[in-house]
């Protein structure tokens, strides 16, 4: 199964990058911007008999290692095939 993962800096953390592009977009023409966040996206391809332990799975990894649980949120997306 594949796994999309989203991973941004939770609402109230410094985001220096998410502050540097929104900088950079308003310099470059782009007022309207605001509230610029940088987060990542991670693609996996997992081996799992069923949706819900590919849930499972994933979950784990996040909170053991994909996401800083302290200053970041994540949400996935698990999708057959």
């Excluded at 592009?21 to 911007?33: N, Q």
Aim: proline fraction near 4%; hydrophobic fraction near 40%; aromatic fraction near 6%.
């Amino acid at each position: 199964m594949r796994v999309k993962v989203f991973v941004t800096p939770r609402k109230g953390i410094l985001d220096p990058q998410g502050r540097a592009v929104e900088s950079s977009l308003k310099g470059l023409g782009f007022t309207a911007v605001c509230g610029v966040s940088v987060g990542r996206f991670i693609v996996l391809d997992i081996e799992a008999d069923s949706t819900d332990e590919a849930r499972q799975i994933t979950a784990r990894m996040c909170e053991q290692l994909l996401a800083n649980p302290i200053i970041e949120d994540y949400r996935f997306e698990v999708e057959n095939g």
